[in-house]
């Protein structure tokens, strides 16, 4: 009943942009909080940045200054810009959303995930 899809992932030079983008689609009453977490290879699943409905953000302390995260309430979508992007940056980003969702007229909230984006950063 939800789908989550992310886009915006590729190769970068360091020192290079990037801007993901998830959307949230699906029968939603609401989103609250929405994320980007990131996983390298032989690593757990970190968390990059949190945005609140309400547009509060939190940042790992690794990309403070660096990233951004921001989110369109009307287009259910959530948002990270990725600037002066290191080789430590590379990973698969994935998209996190608490989603509010009616399925027979029953509420029912949900974490989910979406199926996750390669960023890769070359020196």
């Known amino acids: 009943q939800v789908q989550v899809v992310e886009s915006g992932g590729g190769l970068v030079q360091a020192g290079g942009s990037l801007r993901l983008s998830c959307a949230v689609s699906?029968?939603?009453?609401?989103?609250?909080?929405m994320g980007w977490y990131r996983q390298s290879r032989g690593t757990q699943r970190d968390l990059v940045a949190t945005?609140?409905?309400?547009?509060?953000?939190d940042y790992a302390d690794s990309v403070k200054g660096r990233f951004t995260i921001s989110r369109d309430n009307a287009k259910n979508t959530v948002y990270l810009q990725m600037n002066s992007l290191e080789p430590d940056d590379t990973a698969v980003y994935y998209c996190?959303?608490?989603?509010?969702?009616?399925?027979?007229?029953?509420?029912?909230?949900?974490?989910?995930w979406g199926h996750g984006t390669l960023v890769t950063v070359t020196s």
């Open positions: 945005v609140t409905n309400g547009g509060g953000a």
């Open positions: 996190n959303a608490d989603v509010t969702w009616v399925n027979d007229w029953k509420r029912y909230t949900n974490n989910y």
């Open positions: 699906g029968t939603i009453v609401s989103i609250n909080v």
